[in-house]
């Protein structure tokens, strides 16, 4: 049995490391087997004007339409067949596991970092087999993007795989679960070339099973709206982590058997 979904991701802060090891970062998934996503999406904002980006506005406004946000995702997420996959972290924690991650990804004796005077270190992954040619390749990319696309690709094999596991349940034949990834583009690429997208593809395919994860991203970001629901959710979880504040449709979400959310800091 064959599985298909749609996924939306997005990031907050931002795609890359900043420097900051304080500085939280959460990638959120939006979920559905067909156009759930965009109905739940045009479903908390119904008339013009729709969902904008999280980090859009100031002052007062800003403030009103987060809070409406939380209230309605709140509200509507529990009828709308939309699955919310959700982590943070901070950088302090993402650069510790470093190690880790690379281990069970299987590129801990495949990567090495160069330094760069005065510029974040290279960090060079390979080889890898070009299935067409047969050639070596190998993936470059500067250290602060490189440890961004190695969390997200971590966490989305693992909920790949989780996903999986909870569909077979009992079911007597193998269940193929196939996501269909829309994400912006990772930091750095570009419609000519996205060595962070296909660096994220290859991990992410290399380290699950029964499936696959085939991704896409928009030329122009921020104007599909299942597109901005996702980059709103990272951005309201994001929100949370940073402020510490306590949030009562936070509960309501977690309770909605919708989320999965996992947070992680630094060892002490």
Excluded at 52 to 68: H, L, P
Excluded at 83 to 94: K, R, W, Y
Excluded at 151 to 169: E, I, K, P, S, Y
């Amino acid at each position: 049995m064959v599985k298909g979904y749609l996924a939306f991701m997005d990031h907050s802060i931002t795609e890359q490391l900043t420097g900051c090891p304080a500085a939280w970062h959460t990638t959120a998934i939006a979920l559905s087997e067909g156009g759930e996503v965009s109905g739940l999406a045009q479903a908390i904002y119904p008339a013009q004007p729709r969902l904008r980006k999280w980090s859009a506005g100031r002052g007062a406004g800003k403030r009103r339409y987060r809070a409406a946000f939380s209230q309605e995702l709140a509200r509507q997420l529990p009828s709308a067949k939309v699955f919310l996959l959700v982590t943070s972290a901070t950088e302090a924690t993402i650069i510790q596991t470093r190690d880790q991650l690379f281990r069970e990804l299987a590129i801990a004796d495949v990567s090495q970092e160069h330094p760069r005077p005065g510029a974040n270190p290279m960090l060079r992954v390979g080889p890898f087999i070009q299935r067409q040619s047969g050639a070596d390749h190998y993936f470059e990319l500067p250290l602060n993007r490189a440890l961004m696309v190695v969390w997200v690709a971590h966490f989305v094999a693992r909920m790949h795989r989780m996903f999986g596991l909870q569909l077979q349940g009992a079911q007597p034949e193998p269940v193929v679960v196939d996501w269909f990834f829309y994400h912006d583009k990772f930091a750095g690429d570009s419609p000519d070339a996205s060595p962070a997208m296909s660096f994220f593809q290859t991990l992410v395919s290399g380290n699950i099973s029964n499936g696959n994860v085939r991704s896409g991203f928009f030329v122009e970001s921020d104007t599909v709206q299942a597109d901005l629901l996702a980059d709103n959710v990272a951005g309201l979880f994001n929100r949370l982590r940073e402020t510490g504040a306590e949030d009562p449709d936070l509960s309501s979400l977690l309770g909605s058997g919708r989320v999965y959310y996992e947070a992680c800091s630094p060892a002490a």
